[in-house]
């Protein structure tokens, strides 16, 4: 715990020590996907210097509420995603992801405490991740237009 604290403090350091200059600006794209004239999906992705940092998906449920899920990536194969299940403003799950490597997944309680999945909960975010992951490769992540 000592060590955790310590290189938080000097990760904090850097980051007040540090000035913005230009090639550290944020960029922001901005896109929706309609269906029968109504917008059912909006994406943001942030990016640094060409690196996307931040994904923002919000889609809408049948019920007309939006489930969002955030997506912080460090490079193309790390991220932390949460997600607002069932649009109460709170996010209830948390997944952390290193591609190729390893996968936990957390459930966020209102308090504020975690609790990491059980084993088949996980076996089967593992399972989506898989299917997922195949998708894209059998696509090269080109979705069709329905």
Known sequence: ???LHV???MIL???LSCT???EDEVTVKRS???RDGQVVRTTESFFRNGKQILLVVKTRGTNGTWKVTRSYEIGKDVSLSESDEDSDGHFETLIIF???KSLEAFDRMKEGN???FSPAKLDALRKQFSELSE???DTNGKEENK
């Open 98 to 100: 290193q591609e190729g």
């Open 7 to 9: 290189g938080l403090t």
């Open 135 to 137: 998708f894209f490769e």
């Open 114 to 116: 975690v609790v990491p």
């Open 32 to 34: 929706e996907r309609k």
């Open 1 to 3: 715990m000592r060590n």
């Open 20 to 22: 913005s200059v230009a």
């Open 13 to 15: 350091g850097m980051l």
